[in-house]
């Protein structure tokens, strides 16, 4: 035998090894998933492989028949099971051609034995086959791809799609400053600016105009960066992972000053507020006000940073007065406040399933001169308006917002997103407050603090579907002149609830449909019904199905598949139990903190979501006990993912993405959107995948140029020049949409991925608009590494 040959052998047997591992694998996971009620194929699928395998060993040519049958015979599978969605021929076709694409190569074809008995041209016509089913998976996967994406109209009510973008309010109801003077712009949370320097025909030429670091220490890149600035003046106000405060010359990006109001050692920071005292003069006039992660609500000059003496305790204020003893950093201000009628309101977030009791989520108000606490809401005691007396504290465990605030200074209102109240998988020590007000949007009198209306978007929430989003505030024209003050509420279920906010009556019909009962533990209790918003697109994402199962390689999708099959999925809100469930959405969308925009001129809301799916599961505090699970320390902090102690209660829970070995989700493509809904219509006028892939199997970058929908965390600003800006994808990649018609028309790369809202202004010096980012990546989706705003423009002329 020629040394060639014997080469071609070894080869070939190296080869046959790797089907008939790949065959065993089919074939064990494939029998797992048959008992289990799933799909025979992989099964089918992996015994037709190993046969190929012992074929291709004995260096006989039907070997390579066999295989090109199975692709033959998948295609029609996957058709049949899939229909011709590119996202759902991938996994299940491109693997089979990669792995059978050696048969075709001369060094196989020489290493097995002539064409002998069997009918050659027979072999001949399956090698052609082999190639033609190729080419043809090739153009049905590249056009799947490629092709504009379904419109997702929710399956219950048929909103339907627009057949045009909405004709312009008359009067333009967009506010008129080029500043950006709040969180979301204005305390309606709009992040809609009447800037239109940048428009849809000259985007394009936008540049890096600069860049500045805000990075200060090791936990400062590690943290993140979630922040929108604010701009006053020529000057920008921004904070970072940590919680030091920037100034910024709004036209270069020079660093003016920087104040560590944590001591460097804060947490999440979204954003800071300004205020100007009424006929105020010298330091302190104009202050900025930031609350901290070590729980501090603090005063700065604006123009120097230095603390503001006559501000509370030497510029601070103590939040944690009043609240119930709980470690370090179990409680703290994670967004911004609000500067409503002169007051500070501010709410805060507590450690997510750590123990019942943890520190209440009382909503306060301070004076924004002395720092003085003007009015407190305790849920649990709403006829105490003050701190509670002595030995007392806030009522404990009580739903908290740590999400941005709103309010309407003539209504003398201020609305607030609250979450659920901890632990989140299990609510039998729940009282009726925390029933009452969890996972609600709540207006509060602004004088007083008194509560004016609330309205509840989940019922019992057990799935972690915090009120995140910052409520929407504008006015709708309806028939005959008549103007409605709207509250558009975006919700991590995927529902946008309109709302007179004035009332908090539902100006779109709301529903109360059945959820599933089943499955749930003997302590608690389940709500049967939740409410559904009528009329309006939904963006929770489809009912999932064995079939939806998702992968790159048959292998995950086969694995994905064995999970689904083995844990308990009844479609939204399946009660969490002691054996696995799925939630879809997860606990990090449809829509969370980012919030939406609006286009006031045309009253169209722009919103990006999130359809990741979690898998849980509760155990008892007997098995927790065994296992040393304890509440975390403050230090530590409490993460999303993982194991949670629940403590004071039966059970301890788990929670991890629903995804693949390989870190794949276990569900189709596209898993974040960017759309556009006509509030007037209730039509959905356009709707995107948004984000590029990026990062795919143990973090080994994906550079092919396919857009296929990542998770999204951040939100998105719309201006008058009719563009719309968002950065919120893992892909690192800031863009630009013609708000009309949704047509991508410029894209940025960012050193870190931008989990932050943009912002935008006109700099008063050179009166050119820029458009600002928060480039910093985020501590829980692992994308964290540095922290720096980025600023663009159009050239100079």
Partial sequence: MSPGRSTGKVQRRIYAAFLALLALILVIGGGWLASLGGSAYYLLAGAALAWSAVLIWRARREGRWVYAAIVVATLVWTIWEAGYAGWSIMPRMVAWLVVGSWMLTPWFVRSLQPEATVVPRLARWMTAGTFLAACAVAFVVGAGLHAADPDPVDPITQAGVASAYPAAVKPATGPGRSDWQQYGNDLAGTRFSPVAQITAANVSDLQ????????????????????????????????????????????????????????????????????????????????????????????????????????????????????????????????????????????????????WGEPSGVIRAFDAVTGKLAWAWDMGAPDVPGRPAAGKTYTPATPNSWGPISADEKLGLVYLPIGNSTPDFFGGMRRPVDEKFGSSVVALDAATGRLRWSFQTVRHDLWDYDVAAQPTLLDLPQAGGRIVHALVQPTKTGEVFVLDRLTGRPLRDVVERAVPQHGGVSEEHLARTQPFPIGLPSFRGPVLRERDMWGITPLDQLYCRIRFRGARYDGMMTPPGLTPWISLPGFGGGMDWGGASVDLDHNVLLVNSTTIANISWMFTRAEADADGLRPASGTEGGDLWGPAAQAGTPYASYTEAFKSPIGMPCQEPPFGRLSAVDLKTGKLVWSRPLGMAGKSAFGIPILVPITMGTPTSGGSVTTRGGVTFIAATQDRILRAFDTRTGALLWSKRLPWSGFATPMTYVSPRSGRQFLVVAAGGSHGLGEAGGAALLAFALPKR
């Fill in 208 to 355: 890096l105009a600069w860049r500045t670091p805000i990075d200060t220490n090791d936990l400062s890149r590690e943290q993140g960066l979630e922040v929108t600035p604010i701009m006053i003046g020529d000057t920008l106000y921004a904070c970072n992972g940590v919680n030091d405060v920037f100034a910024i010359d709004a036209e270069t990006g020079a660093v003016r000053w920087r104040m560590a109001a944590a001591g460097g050692e804060g947490r999440t920071c979204r954003g800071v507020a300004y205020y100007r005292v009424p006929g105020g003069d010298g330091p302190c006039a104009e202050r900025i006000l930031t609350n901290t992660g070590n729980a501090q609500l603090v005063a700065l000059d604006a123009r120097t940073g230095k603390l503001c003496a006559g501000f509370g305790s030497a510029g601070r204020v103590d939040l944690l007065d009043g609240m119930s003893p709980a470690p370090a950093h179990y409680y703290y201000p994670t967004s911004a406040p609000a500067i409503v009628q002169g007051k500070v309101v501010l709410g805060g977030m507590v450690l997510d399933g750590q123990f």
